[in-house]
């Protein structure tokens, strides 16, 4: 049981350069998140999803796209890179009930130069 | 929306000395808390969450927070610090209720346990 599987672990993007981060779960949660983590700014939030099919924006959408065309993958989308967009990158998978966990993926680190 | 605020960006300890870590958060209904700890290269790990109930929480390697609804607080706290201890520290806030229920984050605690 993996859990929730990020990749890749590391890339380095010129800047106008184009690349997916992949993000997978074997736990059938319907809920996942993308989340951007810069030194002392915590974790925003990019993207979500409550099922396969729906996303939404969140706090930090701008320079991104998702899709969920099925209940296991997430892919981010980085259509024209940036320096802006050198973060960790995090995913987050969640299941449903009064005591639902959160499970969070390695990460992916990327840097835009 | 909701917002976290954690006070102490960088907190350095000696071993055995106690901690106390500040989370207030600012939301208009009912959330649920956590508390996360972030390893040096590592991904965002649960130390406690509370949902309802006792509003003192225990969670693992010895932390545990306590819920007071009245300050809008879920301080962490451990009574003797361990060098292995040493990472970055998160509070999380999310409504209790809604479909996405989405995590928000403060900015982070950066703790430093010295030998």
């Known amino acids: 049981n993996a859990g929730v599987t990020q990749t890749p672990k590391f890339r380095i993007l010129k800047i106008g350069q184009s690349m997916t981060l992949q993000c997978t779960q074997d736990?059938?949660?319907?809920?996942m998140y993308w989340y951007r983590q810069d030194p002392g700014m915590g974790l925003k939030l990019i993207y979500y999803?409550?099922?396969?099919?729906?996303?939404d924006k969140g706090e930090v959408p701008n320079g991104y796209n998702v899709s969920r065309s099925t209940t296991e993958d997430f892919p981010l989308r980085l259509e024209l890179a940036a320096p802006s967009q050198t973060s960790v990158y995090f995913c987050?998978?969640?299941?449903?009930?009064?005591?639902?966990?959160?499970?969070f993926g390695s990460g992916t680190r990327l840097t835009v130069v | 929306a909701q917002s976290v605020s954690q006070h102490n960006h960088h907190v350095i300890l000696s071993e055995a000395a106690s901690l106390e870590l500040g989370c207030n958060y600012s939301?208009?209904?009912?959330?649920?808390l956590f508390w996360y700890v972030q390893y040096p290269g590592q991904h965002l790990q649960l130390l406690l969450k509370?949902?309802?109930?006792?509003?003192l929480v225990k969670g693992i390697k010895g932390f545990e927070a306590e819920f007071i609804k009245s300050k809008f607080s879920f301080n962490l706290r451990k009574p003797s610090v361990q060098w292995s201890d040493t990472a970055e520290y998160f509070c999380?806030?999310?409504?209790?209720?809604?479909?996405?229920?989405?995590?928000?984050f403060g900015s982070g605690t950066q703790l430093t346990v010295l030998p």
């Open positions: 987050y998978a969640r299941g449903q009930g009064q005591n639902y966990g959160y499970t």
């Open positions: 736990m059938n949660h319907n809920y």
């Open positions: 999803s409550v099922g396969a099919g729906i996303t």
């Open positions: 939301y208009g209904g009912t959330v649920n």
């Open positions: 509370y949902f309802s109930g006792d509003p």
């Open positions: 999380a806030v999310n409504p209790s209720s809604g479909s996405a229920r989405q995590l928000t």
